[in-house]
């Protein structure tokens, strides 16, 4: 994205990166199904696939945290570890990474 037309980026942005595993469960919205805040995505939906982070699963080499917003109850949300090679939907956000002390 960053590289997107002619070096521009996307929406003005040339500083787009994959979110945390923290920072991407911190739009969770328990209330709603799929849990997620719709007045910020309201065309958009969060269900089928995980979403990935960025943050490496320390257990298992090659894989990465995901979070899945469209489960059911009883588990509601759903953190998982996925192989980085798997086909699976991104979010990206742009900006600094949140800071330790906000999450």
Request: proline share 7%; aromatic share 10%; net charge positive.
């Amino acid at each position: 994205m960053n590289t997107l037309n002619s070096g521009e980026g996307y929406a003005g942005r040339t500083n787009w990166r994959i979110p945390t595993v923290r920072e991407l469960a911190s739009i969770v919205h328990y209330t709603n199904n799929p849990h997620i805040e719709n007045a910020f995505f309201p065309s958009r939906t969060f269900t089928g696939r995980p979403y990935m982070t960025s943050t490496i699963d320390a257990r298992a080499a090659g894989n990465n945290w995901a979070i899945d917003f469209s489960v059911a109850p009883p588990m509601d949300v759903r953190i998982l570890s996925t192989a980085q090679a798997t086909s699976i939907y991104l979010r990206c956000v742009s900006g600094n990474a949140m800071p330790a002390t906000l999450l």
